[in-house]
């Protein structure tokens, strides 16, 4: 039998419906948009064996379906296969671990594969040499627009403009993608492309109103915003932020007579409001569609004849570690958008930065000159997949008394470490870091207050008894009481 599983209920419904019509055989679909009772019903049912393919989301990772022999994983790299709330398992993991106590095929999908999976298969490709990425049958062309030759002020280049006039006069459709999901400001350099970043932790600063200063989201070091660029001495900085909305009415503005639409989480709240925009835009009722990754979700838009990408350094200046890969992850997806219409796609890319290794490697379809620099600098500076996070949070509606608690779990930490490495590995506290804590900003919308401490490791087998000692120790002192401990280890999201 076989386990298919999929970042998100649209592809899920979708590739369930395709086998059930080609394989001829019975499939079932399970994911968390099912009720209740339904998700019971099947789960009894795919225990007794009536089902021979399970098709689902994250969860269904864990359905009990007998005489497991393969488990599919599409799009391995999806953010959303870690849960974040407790248990904070990760669907790639423990699809791993079923393969292994099953004796089942593990097969891996992604246009574009995360960095823990290109190592994993790099290591054992240097004693059988076979790792490889596969070329792709149609090329798009893709041009890049340095954002220093564009007036400042003006947010479309003359040759953006050219190709939706030309995607337009053509009967085709233009995709502009810009992700402003999960957004979070920073100063940036108009001369030279650079964010301030953090020495300690190579990460942007965050940027914060109240007080105006700089912070790193992992150390908690803060510095006033400065006047000029530490990297060229320029003075024209400003705050990276722009969103979606903003653009979809500069396109209004420019192409009066074309038919644009938005689709990100603030306006496109529903999988059913989304395939109505793709049915319109097949249907040649949406001319230009302004977008974030939910462009990438579900059946794939088509027909694409132009795909512009205003600001495709705006995911570089996020404070992690992490957005370098993303914003490579994303730029793929987009690009992979221009293979849906029989003719490839024309694709103008604007950048700061055009010599960065994730613009080199997309505008040349080159994903080793991405994965062996990328690769290079995780372990330069210790970050996954080299080493792992373990990620232990405060929360309370009490700050003083969330703050106290965090202060004192760092400390209760510190103290572990030390007696576990003399007693069990001399090398642990060389190879141990301990980060924060660093308050949360995302919580107190909800009058609850959140500290993080990132704990850095190279070994769990050592560090999870630690730290589940110390979270015991921590929640059993009646000082903290209604305070909230929790543990995530490799968190996807850190800040």
Known sequence: NALVVFPDMAQATFWANFLRENLGTNVCIFHSGLSKTTQMKEWRAIHKGTYQIVVGTRSSVFVPLPSLGLIFLSKEDATSYKEEQAPHYHTREVARERAHLSRAIFLLHSPH?????????????????????STPEKTPTIQVVDHLQIPYGTTLSDEM????????????GAVIFHNRKGFSSSVVCRDCGMSSQCENCRVPYKLLTTPPIMRCPYCAKSESIPLICPNCSGSRLEPSSFGTERLEQELRREFPEAKVGRMDRDYVKTESAAQNFRDQFKKGMLQIIVGTEMLFHGVPLAPVRFIGIPFADTGLHLPDFRSAERLYHHLQSV??????????AHIVLQTRLPVHHVM??????????????????????????????IQTTVSGKDQSLVQEAARQWVQVMASQVTQLSSRQSSHLTTETSILGPIPSQTFKHRHVFRETILFKVSD???SKPAIRRTYEIMSQNTLFKGVLFGINVDPVEVL
């Open 460 to 462: 769990l087998r050592y």
């Open 161 to 172: 403009r050219k190709g939706i006039e030309q995607a337009l006069s053509s009967g085709g």
């Open 360 to 389: 080199q490697a997309v505008t040349q379809q080159e994903p080793f000159l991405f994965y062996n620099h990328e690769l290079a600098f995780r372990q330069a500076v210790c970050y996954p997949p080299f080493v792992h996070f």
């Open 335 to 344: 690009i992979n958008l221009a293979s849906t219409s029989e003719k490839p």
């Open 113 to 133: 594969p995360s960095l823990e999976t290109v190592h994993h298969f790099t290591a054992i490709a240097k004693t059988k040499n076979e790792f490889s990425f």
